[in-house]
């Protein structure tokens, strides 16, 4: 049974960092693309970065693109989201979920086209 599992989200002033990690647990990443999507109140849920495991092929969203790097850790079967330079339009509950594929062209931000998904990790960025 696949599970995945969000942590390293808080509270951080305007410019600050976080790192987020996504632990997934009941397979091996290696065929998989880890999607990080948010939910800010009010607004629909986002994709914002994704990296297809296997290769390490990334793509992310122009909002974010130079601000927050995606990245793995195969060991620990972990892909982590940097975030640098936050604003308080950053705020948001932030998702990692992932789905199996052949290859990173079938990566996407497509929320209905992910499998599993985390619970959800709260990011909050004050002025």
């Known amino acids: 049974q696949v599970q995945v599992m969000e942590s390293g989200g808080g509270s951080v002033q305007a410019g600050g960092s976080l790192r987020l990690s996504c632990t997934v647990s009941?397979?091996?990443?290696?065929?998989?693309?880890v999607t990080w999507f948010r939910q800010a109140p009010g607004r629909e849920r986002e994709g914002i970065a994704y990296?297809?495991?296997?290769?390490?092929?990334?793509y992310y969203r122009d909002s974010v693109q130079g601000r927050f790097t995606i990245s793995q850790d195969n060991a620990k079967n972990t892909i982590y989201l940097q975030m640098g330079g936050l604003q308080p339009w950053d705020t948001a509950i932030y998702y990692c979920?992932?789905?199996?594929?052949?290859?990173?062209?079938?990566?996407?931000?497509?929320?209905?086209?992910?499998?599993?998904w985390g619970k959800g990790t709260q990011v909050t960025v004050s002025t």
């Open positions: 979920a992932t789905v199996p594929k052949g290859d990173a062209s079938w990566c996407s931000f497509d929320a209905h086209d992910m499998a599993y």
């Open positions: 009941g397979t091996t990443l290696n065929r998989y693309c």
């Open positions: 990296i297809y495991a296997g290769s390490g092929d990334t």
